[in-house]
Every structure is written in structure tokens, then in C-alpha cells.
């Protein structure tokens, strides 16, 4: 049964893109289209958005809507943008007044109120189309008001009589603290009571807080991070109410677009592979040294980072390891990446220090993270926290063997290689310390010199398949158990 879906995401790939949350939404967009169903995704209209090419259309239907939050009327217009590479449409929230800022987030006073306008749009342009979606879907805490919205302001409308909501958590560590001055704003004409009374309390309201308390389903983008984030070492302060919710968490394990990320047709790396043919791997890897300007040859191992350089990436624990293993071990070195400056300052003095064995490049570029993907050996990602992860993915179908912690979506997705038995996919390492990431950084080197044993472990991750036409259907099963619930 095709199902009604309106979906609501502050970014979707490729229009608008920071972090994962993008590539999910749109490869989301993209599968439930394909299946059949009708799903209206809304994302804001920002000005960064390179418009050519995709047939931005306003919609008569949705003009001229607004919504006050406080003292402040926002007034807006939807367009719809054809996605890339399918059939299937965007809704832009077109609101100049918050959208047009030079980045997707900002550290404006307003940030909150900019996904408010969001939030509040999904629901206005739906009473608008006289749509009446089965199903909310929210994602982290930018739209995370929607849940409440649904239960109070929005409740007297027949048309959301039996819309249930879904709350995806990608990103715990984001929550949307706000101050308790934003109230009224927040609750639309809400009882106060909704929100939680020790925040408020103590000055502040916290917005994904508020939608895990009332959406009918919360959602996480593996089974493992579904346990973690009840725990006090993952669950960042929500483990309290996580416990108390857990019969409505699901974990969802994201998906691969292999439209976008195969070597057999990736649109930016200049030779196509198979997992038959990594002598082209093996071509393109001394390609992009030559571009990146590095030394070392075929057998000198090219390990690959393209990240967020955030904390929850783990990469503190690379300031000790990684300068002393470039001494006594033979690999270079590639990072894409922009964020804090400590991590930004520490991968710029490597690159000062080794300067024909490590390449930084601060900057986000999609062409270089495909081809970091499809030159590099070996790929690491030693976060601290991980609800999922989508790179250790892309690199097990390009060959590029990942070196992970076991934490979140990056235990479901890489087993450690066992060489006995030449089962396992990747490098996989326990404790969040110096010395377990050495440690699997010295096991990939000492597998990578035993040829044999590396081809089978590269052959192993490409025969994995994690595509979006599988994993979409975890998302229909819940969408149909919430409806028939
Ligand atoms: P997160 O959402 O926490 O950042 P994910 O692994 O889920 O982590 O997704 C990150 C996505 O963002 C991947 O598609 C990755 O290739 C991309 N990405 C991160 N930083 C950059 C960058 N500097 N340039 C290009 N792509 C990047
Ligand atoms: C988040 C998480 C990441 C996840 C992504 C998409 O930002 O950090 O692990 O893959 O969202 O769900």
C-alpha cells in the first residue's frame, strides 16, 4: 500500500549538503519515490543552493503562507526543485529572511527560529494541498518540534487525525538548547506543560528533547546506537527519557546510494573498477598522488579521512599516535575536512612536518572525497561516537579497507578481518584510546604487506551490499506497523 509521507530535513543531498543528515534525506526522497509511495519533502530554500538545473518551479498552490512565531511573522512561498537523478520532487521553503545567510547553519540568535519556519512549513503547506499524510517524518533537532506541534497546535485539524509522527536521531550530540525566553515561540500556543519542567527551570528548553518525549516513533541509523543512546556514555543527557521511550526506538541502519558511490560508474574519478580489476585502483592511486603531490609508490600504503573535523569524530586520539607511527612506519596520508580549529591546526602541521607523506586539503569538495574513496588502501574513522556513518561504507565497495572503532553504525557495518579464517571486513578496534587506534593502525599496515591476505579482506568489503533499495524497506515496515498501530 503506497503510504503519505510528509518528510522534513534541514539538509538533502546534493542540493544542500553538511554531513550525512544530506545524503540520507535525499537518498530517502529517492527510495520511498521509487517504491511507490508519496513523499512530500520539505527543506528550506537556502540561498546557497546552486539553482541551475533543477527545474525550481514556484507552486501557485503555495503562495503567500506565513507563520508567527512570538512578535515575528515570517512570511514564505514553496517551490519545488526536481532532484537529481530521479523523478521525485523537493519542497523549498522559500523565506529569505532566514534562509538567505551565507552557510546551512549559522551561529545567529535565530538559528532556532529558522527550523521553526521549517517545521511550521511542512504543516501549513500540507493543510495548503489538503495532503494528509499517514506519516511526519522529522529529522534531528532542527525539525524536532514537529512532534509537538502535531499533539497541540496542529490538533484541532482533521487532516492530521491520524498522522503518526517519526523522530530520526542522526546526531545526539546536536540537541538545540535554546533559552527558555524562546517559550512562546516554541509551543505555538501550547501548554507550557509540554515542555520539560526542569529545563525550563533552569533557563533553557531543549528541542530534541521535546520531540522525543511526544513523537510516536524515534528512529536511529543502526541497531547498536538504538542500545547506546540509552546509556549514559552515548545517550548525551537523553538517557533518562530514552529508557523510559524505548518500546517506540527503532535502529535503522542507513543505506548506500550506489548511484553515487560505486567505482563501477562514479561520475568524478577518471577510470572505472570492479573488484576483479584493482590494477585500474592501483592507476588511479598513483593518478591522485601525482595530483596531491605525495611520494611513495605502489607499495607505500595511502590511508584516506574525509570528516567533519568534530569530536565525535575521535580524531584527539591521532595528536599523540599518528606523528610517532609517520616515524617508524611507512604509509601517507590524505584528509579532506573543515571544523575546529584544533583538529584543522593538527592536520596542517602535520602536513608542514611530513610534507611528502601527508596531504590536508580544509575545504568541502565532493569531487575529492570521491576520489580519496577510490585512491586511498584504507580509510579511518575512529570516532567517539558514530549513530552511524556512511563513509566506512562507501570505502568497503571501492576497496578501500575501513580502520573503525566498534561503536554505533560502525559495528554494524565492518568486521574485524580474521586471517585464519580470511572472514571480516575491515580493521576493527575497541577502546577509545591512543593505543587502540595504533594498534589497528599497525594491523592494517602488517595486512597490507601480505598480499594475498589484503586482496581477500579488499575483496570481502566490496561484495558487501548496503544499498538504499534494501535498507528502505525498514523504513516502510515501521511506517506500516506505526499506521496499522
Ligand atoms: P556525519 O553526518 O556525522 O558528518 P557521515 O559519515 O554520516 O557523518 O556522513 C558524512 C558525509 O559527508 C559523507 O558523505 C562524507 O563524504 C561527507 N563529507 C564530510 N566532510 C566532507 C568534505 N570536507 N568534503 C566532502 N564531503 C564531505
Ligand atoms: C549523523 C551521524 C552519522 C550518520 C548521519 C546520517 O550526522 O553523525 O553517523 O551517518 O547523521 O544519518
Known sequence: MPLKICFASAEVAPLAKA????????????????????????MPGYAIIQREGLEIR????????????????????????????????????????????????????????????????????????????????????????????????????????STRSVLTVHNIGYQGIIDAAAQAEVLHGAPPSMLDAADLAAGRINLLKTGLAY?????????????????????????TLLRTRRDAIVGILNGVDYDEWDPRRDRYISQHYGANQLGIKAELKHEFLQRIQL????????????????TQKGFDLLFESLPLLLQVREFNLVVLGTGEPR??????????RFPARVHFERRY????????????????????????????????????????????????????????????????FNDYNAEGVSWALNTALDLYQNKAAWRRLVQNGMAQDYSWSRQVRGYVEMYQSLVES
Open 215 to 239: 513523537t510516536d516513533r524515534i528512529t536511529t541509523v543502526s541497531p547498536t546506537f538504538a542500545h547506546e543512546l540509552r546509556t549514559a556514555e552515548y545517550g548525551m543527557g537523553m538517557e
Open 19 to 42: 554531513g550525512g543528515l544530506a545524503d540520507v534525506s535525499g537518498a530517502l526522497l529517492k527510495y520511498l519515490h521509487a517504491d511507490g509511495h508519496d513523499v512530500r519533502l520539505f
Open 365 to 428: 569538495s565532493d569531487e575529492l572525497a570521491h576520489w580519496i574513496e577510490a585512491a586511498s588502501d584504507m580509510f579511518l574513522m575512529p570516532s567517539r561516537y558514530e549513530p552511524c556513518g556512511l563513509n566506512q561504507m562507501y570505502s568497503l565497495r571501492y576497496g578501500t579497507v575501513p580502520i573503525v572503532r566498534r561503536t554505533g553504525g560502525l559495528a554494524d557495518s565492518v568486521q574485524h578481518f580474521d586471517a585464519a579464517s580470511g572472514a571480516g571486513t575491515g580493521v576493527v
Open 58 to 161: 514556484p507552486l501557485d498552490a503555495l503562495r503567500e503562507l506565513s507563520v508567527t512565531l512570538g512578535s515575528q511573522r515570517y512570511d514564505f512561498s514553496v517551490s519545488s526543485a526536481q532532484l537529481p537523478d530521479s523523478s521525485a520532487q523537493v519542497y523549498l521553503v522559500e523565506c529569505p529572511a532566514v534562509f538567505n545567510r551565507p552557510s546551512i547553519y549559522t551561529a545567529d540568535a535565530d538559528e532556532y527560529r529558522r527550523f521553526l519556519v521549517l517545521t511550521h512549513a511542512a504543516f501549513l503547506s500540507c493543510q495548503r494541498m489538503a495532503f494528509a499524510p499517514q506519516i511526519m517524518h522529522f529529522n534531528d533537532w532542527h525539525t524536532a518540534a514537529g512532534p509537538l506541534l502535531l499533539r497541540s497546535p496542529y490538533a484541532w485539524d482533521r487532516l492530521f487525525q
Open 343 to 352: 583538529y584543522e591546526n593538527f592536520f596542517s602541521s602535520l602536513q608542514r
Open 295 to 310: 611520494s611513495g609508490g605502489a607499495r607505500t600504503a595511502l590511508i584516506g579521512i574525509v570528516s567533519r573535523l568534530a
